[in-house]
């Protein structure tokens, strides 16, 4: 018992998988839609025409029977029938039309007596019923039982007399005599009627095998073109080709085709960079170490090396080992922008304080070279940003700004607001950067002189990390330089953070 129920706990959800899959898969649905648009007129079609024909063949017969019934009440009243029913004659007519029908027939006369009964039974009782109550009024009536497969029918015997009315007017009425109660077998017309809703059936199903076998035709001339897009993709992702695809059999299968060729031309350009990123990270790791290497091998090789010599070196290798610490910083940095903005903590920041801040910070190294820092605040400003990822991204501005700055120049940082964004602007009388630099200055290890760049301790990720953090805070970053004259960065960052 148990393991039938287990047997059925595996093959229920199969079963079910199954048909979901039958049903997402455009095959299935074709199928469906077609079996729909053949099978429900057929169905429409099957029931119409059997209603139809169920209702003229009721109709034919009764009126068949209505027609005989009505001479044989003639007849009956020519023969005194009611009075005496012991004719031959009628008695024969009787049975030949209860025979006909396949049914039953009552005479019953206006005493609500039955005079004959073709089956035997009820001769000589008593009828009360509505139908034959209202015929004996003159009123005839057809009742069709479709469950019991019979048509009954009541038709007055009616007799034209003279009217009772001063003699010579010549007047007639009709006078109800009695009633026929016949009862006709439908058996004929339900036979027809189930052979027709076999013919039918059968139809139906020659029209489903023939959707089947359509469906089947059908699917495997509309999907060829996409079997072969399935086909040029598998090629692709087991390295076969790199060539684009091409499926021009229609428009569809063309249209994916140039998409998928789009997002495969950004993978490669994603993984192009991705190779480039990891190379340069590889050299400039390595070119400290190189330094420090070829230091220390010739402090090892040399004899007798003074002491000065010795100092030197070492202050060389300290230094070598300071700035490959500031790049591992920077790249870490910039592994933690390349994450999404969820991961951004954001909470409400004293701008201006901030500022002053890294201002305070970066004082020291402007001194050094006798750089003026100024600092312009507009108006006070409050803003939802992540506090150290600012921070850092407007450092590295102001950093550089002093870096590539000349002896005894300016450093001026203006902060202003407005109703929607506040604005950091860095502006130096520095080296500048050449125009035609300007659009690579934010690309990962590019500097514009790299000798120079080094030599004050670049590594040409600082404007990286900052054009990151301020894209998570759906800012801008714009750069004005004049090469010899100085440059001007513009940081613009909404107030209030705007989560996606
Ligand atoms: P680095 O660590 O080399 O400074 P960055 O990414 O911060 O790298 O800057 C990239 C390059 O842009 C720098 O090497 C420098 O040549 C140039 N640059 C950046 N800021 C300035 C500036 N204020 N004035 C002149 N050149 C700049």
Redesign the pocket.
Request: glycine fraction near 18%.
């Given at each position: 018992m148990c393991g039938q129920s287990g047997g059925l706990d595996i093959t229920l959800p199969n079963i079910k998988l199954r048909q979901i899959t039958f049903l997402r898969s455009l095959k299935g649905r074709i199928f469906l839609i077609l079996l729909v648009v053949g099978l429900i007129p057929c169905f429409i079609m099957r029931y119409a025409i059997l209603q139809n024909y169920e209702r003229r063949a009721v109709n034919v017969r009764t009126s068949d029977i209505s027609t005989q019934v009505k001479i044989l009440a003639n007849h009956l009243l020519t023969y005194h029938y009611l009075a005496d029913p012991s004719s031959e004659v009628i008695n024969a007519e009787l049975d030949q039309l209860s025979n006909l029908y396949d049914g039953r027939v009552l005479i019953i006369n206006a005493d609500l007596r039955i005079v004959k009964d073709t089956y035997g039974i009820s001769q000589g009782k008593t009828i009360i019923s509505e139908e034959v109550i209202r015929c004996l009024s003159g009123e005839s009536a057809n009742k069709y039982d479709r469950e019991n497969g019979y048509i009954e029918m009541t038709v007055p015997i009616t007799e034209t007399v003279d009217a009772d009315l001063p003699v010579g007017t010549g007047e007639k009425v009709e006078v109800v005599r009695g009633v026929m109660l016949v009862s006709a077998s439908n058996d004929s017309i339900i036979a027809t009627m189930n052979s027709l809703d076999r013919q039918a059936l059968v139809v139906e199903s020659i029209v489903g095998v023939l959707i089947f076998v359509m469906t089947l035709a059908v699917s495997k001339y509309l999907f060829a073109p996409f079997k072969k897009i399935i086909e040029a993709l598998d090629q692709v992702q087991e390295g076969y080709t790199n060539d684009p695809i091409s499926v021009t059999d229609c428009l569809e299968t063309e249209h994916i085709g140039d998409a998928f060729n789009r997002v495969l031309g950004r993978m490669k350009m994603l993984d192009d960079s991705r190779q480039e990123f990891v190379s340069n990270v590889s050299h400039e790791l390595r070119t400290p170490i190189t330094s420090m290497k070829v230091l220390a091998d010739s402090l090892i090789t040399q004899k007798d090396v003074p002491i000065e010599v010795y100092q030197e070196f070492m202050t060389d290798i300290a230094a070598e080992i300071e700035r490959e610490d500031k790049i591992i910083n920077?790249l870490l940095s910039l592994v933690k922008m390349d994450r999404t903005s969820a991961d951004l903590n954001i909470s409400e920041v004293d701008i201006n304080a901030l500022v002053e801040l890294i201002m305070r910070r970066l004082r020291p190294i402007a001194n050094r070279r006798d750089i003026q820092l100024v600092y312009e605040s507009l108006r006070p400003v409050t803003a939802s940003v992540d506090e150290v990822k600012l921070t850092l991204a407007l450092s590295?501005?102001v950093e550089?700004?002093i870096?590539?700055?000349k002896e005894h120049g300016f450093v001026k940082v203006t902060l202003d607001a407005d109703h929607q964004f506040f604005t950091v602007q860095?502006a130096?009388s520095?080296?500048?950067?050449p125009e035609e630099?300007l659009e690579h200055?934010?690309e990962r290890f590019?500097?514009?002189?790299k000798s120079?760049?080094r030599e004050i301790g670049?590594?040409?990720?600082?404007?990286?990390i900052?054009r990151s953090a301020i894209l998570m805070h759906r800012g801008t970053i714009k750069v004005v330089?004049v090469e010899g004259e100085?440059?001007d960065?513009t940081v613009k960052i909404p107030l209030k953070y705007i989560a996606v």
């Open positions: 920077d590295n501005l550089n700004a870096k590539y700055n860095v130096d520095g080296v500048g950067i630099e200055i934010y590019y500097r514009v002189d120079r760049s670049g590594t040409g990720l600082g404007l990286s900052t330089s100085g440059t960065f």
